[in-house]
């Protein structure tokens, strides 16, 4: 599948320039489809849950693939906050997080809520809209237990030195946290060569699933240092075989931290994996950082202020710096061209099912 083939598929680039899947992303007619299935056979009691079950697993084999790593190293985790938080409860007094003051609070309070604890959260400063990897130094010193960052940021679209935050961690003691809800299924993220130890996302960004299906990934390492809060039968070697007894025995993967699927949205994200995978991430992310490679430069034939990040730091997301964000969103709008006020500028966010056009529409309209 082309780009183009996947935005054929896309009612909302019908009705306007979309660049707004940094809030969500806009549903593909198959995965509409595929909910409206569900609804029907849920309605007539016509499918046996086991049915239901096994999409799930289908999903962790379709996201295990766009890290290119083990379905075994997956966990269905649906929301951020959850999963960071099922690590930060595990951190002891005296242990050390880093983050960034700039971070989405799904990946910020989690572990600033264990200083009560006794666990210090050293918070990095951001500087022109992105933070310096000697400040990260600075701040983890020679021992921390988690640096905690964003894939790239939700204000404004910073894409965060993965492999030198990484190496900064290990040498450290400590292991990566990658909150990738603002990332996974946009670029391409691969812990053999960014080096993170934990990854969590939802789906209904950039994955453009729906909300309340996620993933975990955690590498065996990680897997061997911290152990699931909360368990059921989906932590389970035989999830469906495990509902009665006093005996656990929990899976030996990633599996064991396990949340129970939605089944609803697992059916549904089954489909949208299934299409980002059919173009290929690779390809997405070219794509991707295209559209936002021409929006930049016709901001600067513009005269409008944008951040001026190296080019390796920048993500599929552009931030605009406007007097008025709200009213400036809203006059978009009415040209038809969707976008967010975020912190204090307007944010535009290019995907796959978006092209030139959608560019050129917003950069008439933004003046």
């Given at each position: 599948?082309?780009?183009?083939?996947?935005?054929?598929?896309?009612?909302?680039?019908r009705?306007?320039?979309?660049?707004?899947?940094?809030?969500?992303?806009?549903?593909?007619?198959?995965?509409v489809?595929?909910?409206?299935?569900?609804i029907?056979s849920?309605?007539?009691?016509t499918?046996?849950?086991?049915?239901w079950?096994s999409v799930?697993?289908?999903?962790r084999?379709?996201?295990a693939?766009?890290?290119?790593v083990?379905?075994?190293?997956?966990?269905?985790?649906p929301?951020?906050?959850t999963?960071?938080?099922?690590?930060?409860?595990?951190?002891?007094?005296?242990d050390r997080?880093?983050?960034?003051?700039?971070?989405?609070a799904s990946n910020?309070?989690?572990?600033l809520?264990?200083?009560?604890r006794g666990v210090?959260?050293?918070?990095?400063p951001v500087r022109?809209?992105?933070?310096?990897v000697?400040d990260y130094a600075?701040a983890?010193?020679d021992?921390?237990?988690?640096?905690?960052?964003s894939?790239?940021?939700?204000?404004?679209?910073?894409?965060?030195?993965?492999?030198q935050?990484?190496?900064?961690a290990?040498?450290?003691g400590?292991?990566?946290?990658?909150?990738?809800?603002q990332g996974?299924?946009?670029?391409r993220l691969d812990?053999?060569?960014?080096?993170f130890?934990?990854l969590?996302?939802d789906s209904y960004k950039?994955?453009m699933?729906?909300?309340?299906?996620g993933?975990?990934y955690?590498?065996?390492?990680a897997?061997a240092?911290f152990?699931?809060?909360?368990?059921?039968?989906?932590?389970g070697r035989?999830p469906?075989?495990?509902?009665?007894?006093v005996?656990?025995?929990l899976?030996?993967t990633?599996?064991?931290?396990?949340?129970?699927?939605?089944?609803?949205?697992?059916?549904?994200?089954?489909e949208a994996?299934r299409?980002?995978?059919?173009?290929?991430?690779e390809?997405i992310?070219?794509h991707?950082l295209?559209?936002?490679?021409?929006?930049?430069?016709?901001?600067n034939e513009?005269?409008?202020e944008?951040d001026a990040?190296?080019e390796?730091e920048?993500?599929p997301?552009v931030a605009?710096?406007v007097?008025n964000p709200?009213?400036?969103?809203t006059?978009l709008a009415a040209?038809?061209?969707?976008a967010a006020h975020r912190a204090?500028?307007?944010r535009?966010?290019?995907?796959?099912f978006n092209?030139?056009s959608?560019v050129?529409?917003?950069?008439?309209?933004?003046p």
């Amino acid at each position: 599948m082309t780009p183009a083939e996947l935005r054929a598929l896309v009612p909302a680039v019908r009705e306007s320039a979309y660049l707004d899947t940094a809030t969500y992303g806009p549903a593909a007619e198959p995965v509409v489809a595929v909910i409206r299935d569900f609804i029907d056979s849920w309605s007539r009691g016509t499918t046996r849950f086991e049915v239901w079950e096994s999409v799930g697993e289908d999903c962790r084999g379709l996201f295990a693939a766009l890290l290119n790593v083990s379905p075994d190293d997956i966990a269905a985790q649906p929301f951020v906050s959850t999963a960071a938080g099922t690590i930060a409860a595990q951190l002891q007094p005296g242990d050390r997080v880093v983050v960034n003051e700039r971070e989405f609070a799904s990946n910020l309070w989690p572990w600033l809520h264990q200083r009560e604890r006794g666990v210090e959260v050293a918070v990095v400063p951001v500087r022109a809209g992105r933070s310096e990897v000697a400040d990260y130094a600075a701040a983890a010193g020679d021992r921390v237990a988690i640096i905690a960052v964003s894939a790239f940021q939700s204000s404004n679209g910073w894409r965060a030195p993965l492999r030198q935050l990484a190496d900064l961690a290990h040498s450290a003691g400590g292991m990566l946290f990658v909150d990738a809800c603002q990332g996974a299924g946009a670029i391409r993220l691969d812990p053999a060569i960014d080096g993170f130890d934990l990854l969590a996302t939802d789906s209904y960004k950039w994955l453009m699933g729906p909300r309340g299906a996620g993933y975990m990934y955690l590498s065996p390492e990680a897997r061997a240092r911290f152990r699931p809060l909360s368990v059921g039968p989906h932590a389970g070697r035989r999830p469906l075989g495990s509902y009665y007894g006093v005996e656990m025995n929990l899976s030996d993967t990633a599996s064991r931290f396990d949340a129970s699927p939605s089944w609803i949205s697992v059916a549904a994200d089954r489909e949208a994996l299934r299409l980002l995978t059919g173009v290929g991430i690779e390809t997405i992310e070219a794509h991707d950082l295209h559209l936002a490679a021409r929006f930049r430069t016709g901001l600067n034939e513009l005269g409008v202020e944008t951040d001026a990040f190296p080019e390796a730091e920048r993500s599929p997301v552009v931030a605009v710096a406007v007097a008025n964000p709200a009213e400036t969103v809203t006059r978009l709008a009415a040209a038809g061209v969707v976008a967010a006020h975020r912190a204090n500028g307007v944010r535009f966010a290019f995907h796959v099912f978006n092209n030139e056009s959608d560019v050129d529409r917003a950069l008439e309209a933004l003046p």
